[in-house]
């Protein structure tokens, strides 16, 4: 598989993961989150993937006036960057292991369609949609996004114009969404992201994405990552395979051994990674024409 020439770099800013307390630097409020794609883009960033945070505890939020906030700010200040909303929070189920019916706090599961409220509002360039359930860490902590959840939702993002990115944690995953595609739930082009070393999902092995690699469709645009030191080291495992990349807090919080990140500073490592393979950094408007989404207006 030839080395990408030319790669796309998403940062994925906040996410919604216990980091709040563990870096001074993941950005919580609105107007945090906004600065920092603004910061990610200045720095190289074609796309910036966006979760929201309640203001006041840094706790995950599917609230659509965050995410409102966060895009209006953003295209406020005339930033040219692709927007990527997450369309993954409202699948999280927490479950007594001693009385499984039961639900314990921290569950937040709602249907598919519920899942996209500000994807209808806001018609962002891209919205996620995570390819199947998992068990998410120790614990009794589930990832919930079954068949019938996927196909709904599918449909919905279809309908709106917006071009899904497909999660992918596992080979089962990759499997079922390539079943959407052929029942004509997607759209060509298809673009993957494949999410690597997330417990309990696919490890950050090179061939095992070597093999989820040789299982997409081809043609299909695909980027990958992977958790916390191997962040890095899969930006060049992912251009040396042919795909884009993706980096940011919601994934990483270090520079190196205790140095602790902005979202700008990784992207601009991922910059430099890039660049001493021999490829180039593609812009915005080369990241819409792969990805196959609509010119900035």
């Known amino acids: 598989m030839p080395v990408n020439q030319d790669v796309i770099i998403t940062c994925a800013l906040t996410g919604a993961g216990d980091t709040v307390g563990r870096s001074p630097h993941v950005p919580v409020t609105p107007e945090q989150i906004a600065a920092s794609a603004v910061e990610a883009a200045e720095a190289g960033a074609a796309v910036v993937h966006i979760h929201v945070r309640e203001p006041e505890t ?19 200040t005339g930033t040219d960057v692709v927007i990527n909303l997450t369309a993954g929070m409202g699948g999280d189920l927490v479950i007594d292991p001693e009385a499984p019916l039961r639900q314990l706090p921290g569950t937040d599961l709602v249907s598919g369609l519920d899942r996209l409220p500000h994807v209808e509002e806001l018609l962002p360039d891209i919205c996620t949609l ?23 939702g599918a449909k919905r993002i279809q309908e709106l114009g917006v071009r899904p990115e497909l999660e992918i944690f596992d080979t089962g995953q990759l499997w079922f969404a390539k079943q959407l595609l052929a029942e004509g739930l997607l759209d060509d082009p298809t673009v993957f ?12 092995d090179p061939g095992v994405l070597q093999s989820m690699v040789n299982m997409l469709p081809p043609g299909s645009p695909w980027a990958s990552f992977a958790l916390g030191r191997m962040q890095m080291p899969w930006v060049a495992q992912s251009i040396l395979l042919g795909g884009h990349v993706r980096v940011g807090l919601e994934d990483n919080l ?44």
Do not use: H
Request: hydrophobic content about 30%; overall charge positive.
């Open 58 to 76: 840094g706790a995950p939020s599917r609230d659509p006036r965050l995410y409102r906030e966060v895009v209006e700010r953003i295209r406020e």
């Open 130 to 152: 995570d390819c199947g359930s998992l068990n998410f860490g120790d614990g009794s902590n589930l990832y919930v996004s079954t068949p019938d959840m996927l196909r709904t």
């Open 193 to 204: 992201q494949l999410c690597m070393g997330i417990p309990w999902g696919a490890p950050a």
């Open 254 to 297: 270090y520079l190196g051994k205790g140095v602790k990140a902005t979202n700008g500073q990784l992207v601009e490592r991922a910059v430099r990674i890039t660049e001493s393979l021999g490829s180039r950094v593609a812009t915005p408007d080369e990241a819409r024409e792969k990805l196959g989404l609509r010119p900035r207006t």
